[in-house]
């Protein structure tokens, strides 16, 4: 049954400590994504990968970071620096062609305070 | 800069009836629009695209239309079940790249 793990669904931290959001996709897909939603801002993107080893900065990536060690993983690092942390967190993966449609994950909501 | 906006926050409409769900885009090179539909504690999930190519595209009760002229896409919804009660976002991308840009959705619930 292929899909995409996002895990914890909650998780909850201090002020000033970094946290590691998981991902992982059996789809076989080759572009993995992380948006973010907050109320009434719809979902924005913070990083992507297309590949293996290379990614590149959406339009919220300040205080986050990624890597891309792995095809099936890609996760999603919420630094201290990020000024407003807690939101609900998306993963998201496709084949990378121009029409290939996002399949997300079921979300981590993060919480800290 | 909002580029992507859906201007109903909220929607209601009676079972069997007709479900329209707007979206207006200010960015004149987006060329692919797609619609996802969300339910609480979930992600979204793909309902169906256009290409800018096409002013209609269907799938069973799903119509999404768009107008290029008007940068103005929607989505029909028909007959409207309850279990259509969820949160529907419009997307669109631009010149063969992968970041989509959505909109900030469009809370719809399906009264009996």
């Known amino acids: 049954d292929g899909g995409i793990t996002q895990s914890p669904k909650y998780l909850f931290r201090k002020e000033g400590q970094n946290v590691t959001l998981s991902c992982e996709q059996n789809?076989?897909?080759?572009?993995m994504y992380w948006y973010r939603q907050d109320p009434g801002q719809g979902l924005r993107l913070i990083y992507y990968?297309?590949?293996?080893?290379?990614?590149q900065k959406g339009d919220i990536a300040e205080g986050y970071s990624v890597s891309r060690e792995k095809k099936e993983s890609f996760p999603l690092t919420v630094t201290s620096a990020q000024k407003n942390p807690t939101a609900f967190y998306l993963c998201?993966?496709?084949?990378?062609?121009?029409?290939?449609?996002?399949?997300f994950g079921n979300g981590t909501r993060l919480t800290v305070t | 800069d909002q580029q992507v906006k859906q201007n109903s926050p909220s929607l209601s409409v009676q079972e069997g009836r007709i479900s329209i769900l707007n979206c207006d885009y200010t960015?004149?090179?987006?060329?692919?629009f797609l619609w996802y539909k969300k339910y609480p504690a979930e992600g979204p999930t793909f309902l169906i695209s256009?290409?800018?190519?096409?002013d209609k595209n269907e799938d069973g009760r799903f119509t999404v239309f768009l107008n290029k002229s008007a940068k103005h896409l929607s989505l029909h919804i028909v007959p409207s079940q309850p279990g259509d009660s969820a949160v529907y976002f419009c997307?669109?991308?631009?010149?063969?790249?992968?970041?989509?840009?959505f909109g900030t959705g469009t809370q719809l619930k399906v009264e009996l």
């Open positions: 998201a993966s496709n084949m990378g062609g121009y029409n290939s449609p996002l399949h």
């Open positions: 789809l076989n897909h080759d572009a």
């Open positions: 990968s297309q590949i293996v080893n290379d990614f």
């Open positions: 960015n004149s090179m987006f060329d692919y």
């Open positions: 256009i290409s800018s190519i096409k």
């Open positions: 997307a669109a991308k631009a010149g063969g790249g992968n970041k989509l840009t």
